[in-house]
């Protein structure tokens, strides 16, 4: 593994003008589809005709809701001809077909689409993918992402669970969620009072975190100074390197 974008590393608010999520690994995996990605994918001139697969975490809009964009993009703007991967929970077909009959029905497009639902596990060229149930909707799955060198790990949208101990254990980049400050109790996702809390279960080599805004990013960025290993926040047109 080479190098991950960072097309969205906000939340469902677009605070701070952040995208939605979205992260471009190795040129080939589209990881979650925000409605944004077409306008990052300019900002930041990045090429998506490379693009095999798109992995979905969950299907809440800031995530999935990207995705009709896209293939618009690839069937009229890159006249894409090789088929496309759709990898995701559970009915991702159904969700899909739902998405595009109510926003873009009829659309004929000129390559094939393949959707597959992850169970576990799943090989994809040289890659080995593996899925694990997240906390946050009924469907979330975190993806480990495997090749002969290197490995990332994302949580997508979760509370805390001890699935992401395993998810992380001994990963190279590892991303997580962060949404909050302060715990809200009830809520889906994480806080930075949690996260300082059991940053000592998770291990992974690179810890980032996604799905904030810049105040919280400042405060991540203070307590790494603190703590040299906390980890690093995301924004938008970064680049990972392995
Ligand atoms: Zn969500």
Redesign the pocket.
Known sequence: MKECIVLGSGN?FNSDARGHCCFLLDEIFLIDCGPTVLIKREEFKIDFSKIKIILI??F?G??FAGVPFLILYFQYILKRKEKLYILGPENIKKQYDSLMDLIYPNLQIDFSLEFIEIQEDYDFEEYHIKAIPML??EE?LGYRINDSQNSFAFT??TKWNDNIISLFKDVDVAIIELSFKEKIENS??LSLEELRQYRNKIQPKKLFFNHLYDELSKEVEDLTKENFNFGTPLYDGMKIHF
């Open positions: 469902a975490t969950h809440h800031d995530h946050h909707k979330s997508g949208d889906s996702h």
